[in-house]
T-cell receptor, first 116, second 115 residues
Framework: ETGVTQTPRHLVMGMTNKKSLKCEQHLGHNAMYWYKQSAKKPLELMFVYNFKEQTENNSVPSRFSPECPNSSHLFLHLHTLQPEDSALYLC???????????????FGNGTRLTVT | DAKTTQPPSMDCAEGRAANLPCNHSTISGNEYVYWYRQIHSQGPQYIIHGLKNNETNEMASLIITEDRKSSTLILPHATLRDTAVYYCIVRLRGAGSGGYQKVTFGTGTKLQVIP
């Protein structure tokens, strides 16, 4: 149990569908992250939210739309995806608001997405 | 963040110490070394981090060279459950941002523990 919960664990969707991935943490962290991990490639940072404000968008296509309604929840809304978007999507959190915070990232176990 | 270099794969016999090297020759004085591992089909798991002193916790030991250009993660008695990809990362010390960091992962070292 990492303290970061992602749902669903597996998702299969067609290219015309709209779906959402959910991430939840109750670790008191102020920063939340979305990473994408494609087969045999390193983790790619997609988005970062710090204190509910988006601080990073790593040139992610607009068919991926993040939402952070509060510091405990993070969503990734998906629409008109392509088969190459099939990957493991990982959520992480860290940070407790201190100026000298060096806290490590806590990851969820990811959502395995397959786009057909 | 400074770039790190790790061997792509290593084997270790069960019960023996696993020593995973990492080169970070361009590390700056205010960058920490972090280690994570990722077991198949799970999210990465934090192991340990350090700045310049050697560190030990219940999972592993971290040895950082005096010039800080390289480090070694030591798993003292490897078990089959330690089979995973191990990532070495350097990142800046907290800079007044509340802990948020743009952390980049490389390809890591795939450690195979052999019975």
């Amino acid at each position: 149990e990492t303290g970061v919960t992602q749902t669903p664990r597996h998702l299969v969707m067609g290219m015309t569908n709209k779906k959402s991935l959910k991430c939840e943490q109750h670790l008191g962290h102020n920063a939340m992250y979305w990473y994408k991990q494609s087969a045999k490639k390193p983790l790619e940072l997609m988005f970062v939210y710090n204190f509910k404000e988006q601080t990073e968008n790593n040139s992610v296509p607009s068919r991926f739309s993040p939402e952070c309604p509060n510091s405990s929840h993070l969503f990734l809304h998906l629409h008109t995806l392509q088969p190459e978007d099939s990957a493991l999507y990982l959520c992480a959190s860290n940070g407790q608001g201190r100026s000298n915070d060096n806290s490590p990232l806590h990851f969820g176990n990811g959502t395995r997405l397959t786009v057909t | 963040d400074a770039k790190t270099t790790q061997p792509p794969s290593m084997d270790c016999a069960e019960g023996r110490a696993a020593n995973l090297p990492c080169n970070h020759s361009t590390i700056s004085g205010n960058e920490y070394v972090y280690w994570y591992r990722q077991i198949h089909s799970q999210g990465p798991q934090y192991i340990i981090h350090g700045l310049k002193n050697n560190e030990t916790n219940e999972m592993a030991s971290l040895i950082i060279t005096e010039d800080r250009k390289s480090s070694t993660l030591i798993l003292p008695h490897a078990t089959l459950r330690d089979t995973a990809v191990y990532y070495c990362i350097v990142r800046l010390r907290g800079a007044g941002s509340g802990g948020y960091q743009k952390v980049t992962f490389g390809t890591g070292t795939k450690l195979q523990v052999i019975p």
